[in-house]
């Protein structure tokens, strides 16, 4: 079965520092990798995802997430982050399978808040 | 539709009144899921659909529950008996093709209350 870990359940960060919400997960196989977005009373925006090739990957509002094979992480980053970032963002994990079927399990997310 | 409509948005049950929940998902779109987010949780997996055909109803917390998905479109959650513990967000989401690795787009949520 898998899952995913997110370690830290608030990251706070100044308006136009940098920021990194972390991500491990674990998995049978090789993991698809996903981060979604929750704004207050909202559903869950997709960000970004990771299949495969370059690790690095860039997605949705300047975000970006680093794939890390050996550390089982995947790590979403932003180089300058904005106020309006301030959100609940989920890592979520589904394993490659060739029977079909995309079923994801998410992370117990992260609130961001920036701040001014 | 643009994307994943659900209704009613917010909900309020009495405990042992029934519900239905509805989603539409994003047309054309093959696979469609049911997820349940307590509050300050993350979404949890319980029900999945491969056009009407439902593969996977593992999470579904009990007999109490119950999806479906009758021409491979619009779906409905029913709970039978609602109880408090049934208070959540339920949230819908769709993907293109029901293969790994394909996005997957999520709906607003219906919020249900049980008093």
């Known amino acids: 079965a898998q899952s995913v870990a997110q370690p830290e359940d608030q990251v706070n960060v100044a308006e136009g520092n940098p920021l990194t919400v972390k991500c491990t997960y674990s998995?049978?196989?090789?993991?698809?990798l996903f981060w979604y977005v929750q704004y207050p009373n909202r559903g869950l925006q997709f960000l970004l995802k990771y299949i495969t090739g370059d690790n690095l990957v860039k997605g949705s509002y300047g975000f970006e997430a680093e794939f890390n094979k050996s550390q089982t992480s995947f790590h979403l980053k932003k180089p300058s982050a904005l106020v309006s970032d301030s959100a609940l963002y989920f890592c979520?994990?589904?394993?490659?399978?060739?029977?079909?079927?995309?079923?994801?399990?998410f992370g117990t997310g992260t609130q961001l808040k920036v701040e001014l | 539709g643009a994307g994943v409509s659900q209704s009613p948005r917010y909900k309020v049950a009495k405990r042992g009144q029934d519900v239905a929940l509805r989603c539409d998902p994003i047309s054309g779109h093959v696979s469609l899921f049911w997820y349940q987010q307590a509050l300050g949780q993350g979404p949890e997996f319980l029900t999945y659909f491969q056009n009407e055909a439902q593969l996977d109803k593992s999470g579904l917390p009990s007999d109490r529950f119950f999806a479906e998905r009758p021409e491979g479109s619009v779906s409905t959650l029913k709970i039978q008996r609602t109880q408090q513990e049934d208070s959540a967000v339920y949230l819908c989401?769709?993907?293109?093709?029901?293969?790994?690795?394909?996005?997957?787009?999520f709906g607003e949520g219906s919020w249900l209350t049980v008093v």
């Open positions: 998995v049978s196989g090789n993991p698809y």
């Open positions: 989401a769709s993907s293109l093709r029901d293969s790994s690795g394909n996005t997957i787009y």
């Open positions: 979520a994990v589904s394993p490659f399978t060739t029977g079909g079927g995309n079923k994801l399990t």
